[in-house]
């Protein structure tokens, strides 16, 4: 079992900045991926970020040259500096790991972008 807790979510103006969390928990080793997805009420869930614990990254074209993700590896922590924020980022974002031996979601955190 994999626990994710998340954090840094909350409100913002356009074109201010946000650096989301999350902390992994539990049964971590091997490879690996974490990353960042964001769902609207009534929407699909889709892809921000990934990483992997070796470094390679994947983003959404929506989101490229302004949202940065990052990770710990001796802190099992991911993060997503997002900068440039649109009114149209606003979502609820969740944390997600995944391995062969599973797949976990964090809880969410909310984003909202004022305009």
């Known amino acids: 079992q994999v626990q994710l807790v998340e954090s840094g979510g909350g409100l913002v103006q356009a074109g201010g900045s946000l650096t989301l969390s999350c902390e992994a928990s539990?049964?971590?080793?091997?490879?690996?991926?974490m990353g960042w997805y964001r769902q609207v009420s009534g929407k699909q869930r889709e892809l921000v970020a990934t990483i992997t614990n070796g470094g390679s990254t994947n983003y959404a074209d929506s989101v490229k040259g302004r949202f940065t993700i990052s990770r710990d590896n001796a802190k099992n922590t991911v993060y997503l500096q997002m900068n440039s924020l649109k009114p149209e980022d606003t979502a609820v974002y969740y944390c997600r790991y995944t391995s062969r031996y599973g797949n976990y979601w964090g809880q969410g955190t909310q984003v909202t972008v004022s305009s």
């Open positions: 539990g049964s971590i080793f091997g490879i690996n991926a």
